[in-house]
């Protein structure tokens, strides 16, 4: 008797339905896509005009570019019409891309987008004005931002990040007067890349910041700004300031000088600048003396490995001498000859045989790095 026959599905069998060849679906992120490399007048204005209240947002945001591209009455009209729009996204995108037109076409529209009451549609209208690099947009932020929400001003020193204008720096100085101090490291972060001299003051004066991380990086900045020619006036904020200000100056000196490459021994205001940094070792925070030890420790001058000996031999606090032991030997290698790699092995073999117990693990630890490395 024939054995049943088990269907499992998965065997041959003629397609019912005719294949239709050379025809495919395009999915909303690859018509954004194509926006990209489509000249602006491939698209009918009606289209973009629906492609701006799509979900997608590179949809939005491709569409609203390509308009901006286009920069005609026609497309302006469009952008006109979109800002009017119930959603805020659709509004925001349209007065992000504003920068495409003339000054005397975008202003008015601009001007609508600033008065809008989402943060979301004010910021893009600010990073159009960024983008236009025109006086007339700077003075208008100049005047918008006084008033403005911590967001926006973010925006504003978020489109200037790479601008080397001088009308420029008025609005990055309005942006320094925000709340949040991560808005204002972003401002000062452009105004050190602004490469003005009209920005060195504004930066200047951030150094008396009550943040912290604001010192920081008004220091990074004022040494991308001036470079060289400011170390000597350093010198003089870091021997009469103290604590917390002296510690993010000193650990801004001495980054900014690394990756700027200013080989501070060999420039004018170096005695200047040892002077200081002497007189930073006796400052009452542990923070502060340790932050001293990574320019002392890295300086190739005659003066700096006899202070750098002085420091480890008078510090008290054993946290910032086992400190001192690990900068100095890291900074230098073992077949080093200068003076400073001299000092930082007398140094090892002193706290090697210390009775500080964290002062001697520092040791062990270096000499524990030294044998790995060498495996």
């Known amino acids: 008797m024939t054995q049943p026959t088990i269907m499992t599905g998965r065997e041959p069998s003629l397609a019912l339905n005719k294949v239709k060849h050379g025809k495919r679906r395009l999915s909303i992120r690859h018509v954004a896509t194509m926006l990209n490399v489509l000249p602006p007048d491939a698209i009918s204005l009606d289209a973009a005009a629906e492609m701006l209240r799509n979900e997608e947002f590179f949809v939005r945001y491709n569409a609203a570019r390509l308009l901006s591209r286009r920069g005609d009455r026609e497309a302006r009209l469009v952008m006109q019409e979109a800002l009017g729009d119930d959603n805020p996204r659709t509004r925001a995108t349209a007065a992000r891309h504003l920068y495409g037109f003339s000054w005397f076409s975008a202003e008015p529209l601009i001007k609508q987008a600033l008065k809008d009451g989402d943060s979301r549609v004010r910021e893009g209208a600010i990073y159009a004005l960024c983008d236009l690099r025109e006086l007339n947009a700077y003075q208008l932020m100049v005047t918008v931002l006084k008033d403005e929400e911590d967001s ?18 008025p609005v990055l100085q309005v942006v320094m007067e925000a709340k949040d101090p991560e808005v204002r490291i972003k401002a000062l972060e452009a105004l050190g890349a602004n490469s003005m001299p009209q920005a060195i003051p504004v930066v200047r004066n951030a150094i008396n910041d009550p943040e912290p991380d604001v010192k920081y990086a008004a220091t990074l900045s004022l040494l991308e700004l001036a470079g060289e020619a400011w170390l000597e006036e350093l010198s003089g904020v870091i021997g009469r300031t103290n604590g917390v200000t002296r510690e993010q100056v000193l650990k801004g000196f001495f980054h900014a000088t690394n990756y700027l490459k200013i080989d501070v021994a060999r420039t004018s205001a170096v005695d200047l600048l040892i002077d200081a940094l002497e007189t930073a070792l006796l400052d009452d925070q542990a923070a502060t003396r340790m932050a001293v030890t990574w320019p002392l420790a890295w300086m190739r001058h005659e003066r700096t490995p006899g202070i750098l000996r002085r420091a480890y031999n008078l510090e008290v606090d054993s946290g910032v001498k086992a400190q001192i032991v690990r900068i100095a030997t890291s900074l230098r290698s073992e077949d080093d000859t200068h003076a400073s790699a001299v000092v930082a092995e007398e140094i090892l073999q002193d706290a090697l045989k ?4 964290l002062v001697k ?13 060498k495996m």
């Open 361 to 373: 693990k520092a040791a062990d630890g270096v000499v524990s790095q030294r044998a790995a490395a």
């Open 152 to 169: 926006v001003r973010s925006a504003a020193a978020w489109g200037l990040r790479e601008c080397q204008d001088a009308a420029a720096v």
């Open 354 to 357: 210390s009775a500080d117990e």
